[in-house]
């Protein structure tokens, strides 16, 4: 079993030797796919050429990532034809897809640090002897031999765990060639490396490419693409935009197809007069906040009855810098100062204390599913309205104030929170810290995955509570949210601080091209 | 707010309640089916005397699970709880002057400052327990196995092979004395029971508690000092355990390396058997005592229909099981109701 992939590859590369080189490896025709009566991709044409590598952009939700899941083999339904190598074929799984060539490295690594490199490469196919005992020497040979031919030299035997990300990468990278992959896509292969690591992966993807291997490129960061691409394919709502040779295109015409610019249907959140007001007194700053993993010398001002954005990719550092702000991260270095004074967090109920109200992006590690609404309204201001006993008749009747002004539906306070629909319990989120002000309200993501209704009841909330006095942080991924919102932005990029906007009207393309 | 939302209501009729239920109505039946089962194979199990013997029996346990109904609210386990005990029930005699046959080195102190230290011993122990599991960040089910080792080499280096058999008098008459013809242990273990359920359900604490068990990420991030409530139910738990011990020896009349032995499964057992979800959140004291009384009348049915003593412990592994079958999988229904 531990070679049949291997095998079945082989069978499925024949008809790609009788073909011509300008036959595309992969070819979607006409792909639909909804989620649950929400098109993700609309009557998609798609096709990558042998031997090249092909840009991927878009925005968030524009329908890349569903279009790279059916090619891998995730999705498994949807509409249209695909061919590879001009066969027709449809995908169960991830492990057919592989057997057909097509691999995949995902943002996310999955390696394992505790065991060696030459281990990881033949994850799940080691090669036995013939006592069925793992033949460590000739998976040395192999993996060492593999790795050699990206151009690296890496020691089989060391631990994965001791290798920078990026090597880290290149063994996962080199893991899928190995099973056999002709077709490699790479999600969001550069989030998590440094310049020189790029040039590197950059140089092992040339060589693969001039090796007739093709490769897909999936990125946020344009000038990579630019930089790597051979061909860029754009996407904006479901649909495909353009296929340009990357030659012919630049970073700003990119970033107007991604966004469609001149386009009758202006979305809200599509630019912004930005107003900040550097008179306000300041309620909270950090100085050179570095968290020893993730944050690099971050510096941020909030101020009194101010709502400062935060923007940047998936990956860039957002999620770290909220939660260090609310002491669930420690700061290794740099100042955290309130009102002026230093401050260091030894938890999050320190931080709950010194007035900081944080809402995380995701509303599963916020709220309690199965405890009823008012029991997870009143969770922050317990230790406010009780001494010892509790008082649930007052937290009953805090409850329902919250629920008449947010308009939380349906408006009750005993049923499970789990009733409730997303809207709703992002609601429930914010009406948790609402009883009494905090001086700094951390919104990670407020309005992801909402309906338009939910969106502009938070956005309302929002900047209700700004007009009210309270310093707020909106950390998003989301330009619209960060637009809508925001007095001031903050751009990061891989964990520093790379633009800051303060007046005067910017966009969405702004936005894109800082970081 | 869209239509949607607003006609979304919760699953209603029997499903809904039966799902939100299951883990109080389970126990509950069992206890009934077992109370009928002996009630008609044993003519001396409905006697005034046999139940008060079964509340009897059940009153050392008692004390015990109720500080394990806390650690298990919050999704953690403390392992210790038995062998603690017997160190603290013979820490206790180490304090009190033994009569001369036994041969004990010990440290004879006046009553109220034995029982004092002894009680300080107890919760020291559970403030290493809680320093291990909050500050350090050994699971719970690690340290409290190294915290029942160390609390075993006490009571060994303690009595060294020997019994005890003097304890303070006061300690005597709540371990082993009577009044009205009930035993003052019921007495102790009822009134703790219905101090632990008052804490639980009317304090602050008790929410907290609750809440860490319920999204210990969630009471996180709402800003609960969630290492501050699991070091507080891990010496709530020790200071329990340490009760037990002392009225455990005292019911006994002596203290003995071994003598709690039976204790840590029938504790678990009666707490998980009770309904109180091993996941943390869901139960209470309660549940608890529904589940000791299950395990007392088990044991002490099993007994009067004189069924051979080797079947009795495969017996009590099987309710065990049944039980943390049933936990789980009313945990997975409540979960899946509230997904909505």
């Not at chain 1, 260091?344 to 609404?373: C, D, H």
């Not at chain 2, 304890?167 to 005597?172: L, W």
């Not at chain 2, 008790?206 to 070091?231: H, L, P, Q, T």
């Not at chain 2, 007392?296 to 003593?309: C, E, K, M, R």
Request: glycine share 10%.
């Amino acid at each position: 079993m531990n070679t049949s992939s291997v095998r079945l590859t082989e069978g499925a590369k024949a008809p790609s030797v009788s073909g011509s080189d300008t036959m595309p490896i992969l070819e979607m025709r006409h792909v639909s796919k909804s989620f649950g009566g929400v098109k993700a991709l609309r009557d998609v044409d798609f096709s990558i050429l042998h031997g090249e590598i092909h840009g991927l952009v878009g925005e968030n939700g524009a329908g890349k990532s569903t279009m790279m899941k059916i090619i891998a083999g995730v999705h498994a339904g949807f509409e249209g034809e695909m061919l590879v190598s001009g066969q027709p074929v449809h995908f169960r799984s991830a492990r057919d897809a592989l057997a057909a060539g097509i691999g995949m490295v995902h943002q996310e690594l999955s390696v394992i640090p505790d065991l060696s490199v030459a281990e990881n490469v033949f994850l799940g196919h080691q090669p036995v002897t013939s006592t069925g005992v793992i033949d460590w020497r000739r998976m040395n040979d192999m993996a060492r031999e593999q790795i050699a031919s990206l151009g690296l030299n890496i020691d089989p035997t060391t631990r994965m765990g001791s290798l920078p990300v990026g090597l880290q990468q290149l063994v996962e990278l080199s893991r899928v060639l190995f099973s056999g992959a002709k077709l490699i896509i790479l999600d969001e292969p550069t989030s998590a490396l440094s310049p020189p690591e790029i040039e590197r992966l950059f140089t092992v993807l040339r060589r693969l490419r001039d090796d007739g291997r093709s490769i897909v490129f999936i990125s946020h960061f344009l000038d990579d693409v630019l930089a790597i691409a051979d061909r860029v394919t754009v996407f904006r709502n479901g649909e495909k935009v353009i296929t340009e040779h990357a030659a012919k295109l630049t970073k700003d015409s990119v970033i107007s197809h991604m966004i469609g610019r001149g386009s009758a249907n202006m979305h809200m959140g599509e630019s912004a007069d930005l107003a900040a007001d550097d008179s306000k007194p300041i309620v909270l700053s950090v100085q050179q906040a570095s968290d020893g993993v993730m944050l690099h010398d971050v510096s941020l001002t909030l101020r009194k009855g101010e709502i400062s954005g935060v923007y940047g990719f998936m990956g860039c550092g957002l999620i770290e810098l909220a939660r260090t702000l609310f002491g669930k991260n420690a700061l290794k270095s740099g100042t955290l100062m309130i009102d002026g004074q230093s401050i260091r967090f030894a938890s999050t109920s320190a931080a709950r204390q010194a007035g900081i109200a944080y809402v995380p992006e995701n509303r599963k590690m916020m709220l309690f599913r199965t405890e009823p609404v008012f029991k997870n309204v009143s969770i922050a201001i317990l230790d406010r309205i009780h001494s010892i006993l509790l008082k649930t008749g007052r937290e009953r009747e805090i409850s329902e104030t919250h629920i008449k002004d947010l308009q939380i539906r349906p408006p009750r306070t005993d049923i499970a929170l789990g009733n409730l629909s997303g809207g709703n319990q992002q609601k429930v989120a914010l009406a948790k810290w609402l009883t009494h002000l905090p001086q700094v309200l951390i919104l990670s993501e407020p309005t992801r995955g909402m309906d338009v209704g939910a969106k502009e009841d938070v956005i309302r909330i929002v900047k209700a509570l700004r007009d009210r006095g309270v310093a707020i942080v909106v950390l998003s991924t989301e330009p619209e949210t960060i637009l809508t919102l925001a007095d001031r932005v903050t751009v990061m990029k891989k964990g520093m601080v790379v633009k800051e906007f303060t007046t005067g009207h910017i966009d969405k393309s702004d936005l894109l091209a800082a970081a | 707010m869209t239509l949607a939302d607003s006609t979304k209501s919760p699953k209603s009729g029997l499903k809904q309640f039966l799902s939100d239920q299951m883990r109080n109505i389970a126990p509950i039946f069992t206890l009934i089916i077992l109370v009928l089962f002996f009630a008609v194979q044993s003519p001396v199990f409905f006697s005034v005397d046999n139940l008060l013997n079964i509340l009897s029996n059940a009153s050392i346990t008692g004390i015990i699970a109720v500080g394990l109904t806390f650690v298990i609210l919050t999704g953690e386990i403390d392992l210790s709880v038995a062998a603690l005990a017997n160190a603290i029930g013979i820490t206790m005699a180490f304090f009190t002057i033994q009569p001369d046959y036994v041969n004990i080195a010990t440290i004879p102190l006046p009553g109220v400052i034995c029982i004092i230290l002894t009680i300080a011993s107890a919760v020291a122990l559970g403030a290493v327990t809680a320093f291990g599991v909050t500050k350090i960040g050994i699971p719970s089910f690690i340290m409290t196995l190294a915290m029942m080792q160390i609390a075993n080499g006490v009571s060994a280096l303690l009595v060294r092979g020997q019994i005890a058999y003097i304890f303070p008098d006061f300690i005597t008459l709540l371990g082993a004395g009577k009044i009205f013809g009930l035993r003052w242990s019921i007495i102790v273990c009822s009134l703790l029971l219905l101090f632990a359920h008052l804490v639980l359900t009317y304090t602050r604490f008790g929410r907290y508690v609750f809440m860490v068990g319920g999204n210990r990420e969630a009471a996180e991030y709402s800003g609960v000092n969630v290492k501050m409530i699991i070091g507080a139910v891990m010496v709530i738990s020790a200071a329990c355990s340490g009760l037990a011990g002392m009225l455990g020896v005292a019911y006994f009349g002596s203290a003995q390396q071994n003598g709690f032995d039976d204790f840590l499964l029938t504790a678990i057992s009666a707490v998980v058997v009770g309904g109180t979800s091993l996941f943390g959140g869901r139960g209470g004291i309660g549940n608890t005592i529904i589940g000791l009384l299950v395990l007392g009348v088990l044991n002490n049915g099993l007994d009067l229909i004189q069924i051979d003593s080797f079947l009795k412990i495969l017996i009590r592994g099987l309710i065990l099981l049944a039980a943390l079958v049933i936990n789980v999988y009313a945990q997975k229904l409540k979960e899946g109701t509230a997904e909505g």
